[in-house]
């Protein structure tokens, strides 16, 4: 079964950090870009950052730049989303997911939920 785990949400107040995993298996991790959509609430969801198969490449949303940083470790088979400078804004549940390639015109980039694997999320709260 194909799985993606999403892990170390939580509350955190504004200016702190949180890092979130994302541990995969039963699908080639070699072969696929993951990374983290996530959706406030009464907002839609949205694409957040990714990271390609190879590691070499990489997508950030306007909205987290320069605050959040992605990393993968294939050994382990998975994702980190490293979260510094956390606002209030922030506050959303976090889904890690699988698709074919990272970066511009990507799902992520392209708010586009038609990726290929989904994990179940998890949840970020940033008080103010």
């Known amino acids: 079964d194909v799985q993606l785990q999403a892990s170390g949400g939580g509350l955190v107040q504004a200016g702190g950090s949180l890092r979130l995993s994302c541990a995969t298996s039963?699908?080639?991790?070699?072969?696929?870009?993951i990374g983290w959509f996530r959706q406030a609430p009464g907002k839609e969801r949205e694409g957040v950052s990714c990271?390609?198969?190879?590691?070499?490449?990489?997508y950030y949303a306007d909205s987290v730049k320069g605050r959040f940083r992605i990393s993968s470790d294939n050994a382990k088979n998975t994702v980190y989303l490293q979260m510094n400078s956390l606002k209030p804004e922030d506050t959303a549940v976090y889904y890690c997911?699988?698709?074919?390639?990272?970066?511009?015109?990507?799902?992520?980039?392209?708010?586009?939920?038609?990726?290929?694997?989904w994990g179940k999320g998890t949840l970020v709260t940033v008080s103010s």
């Open positions: 990271i390609s198969s190879s590691g070499d490449s990489t």
């Open positions: 039963g699908f080639t991790f070699d072969n696929y870009a």
């Open positions: 997911a699988a698709d074919g390639f990272c970066g511009y015109g990507s799902s992520w980039d392209l708010n586009y939920d038609g990726v290929d694997f």
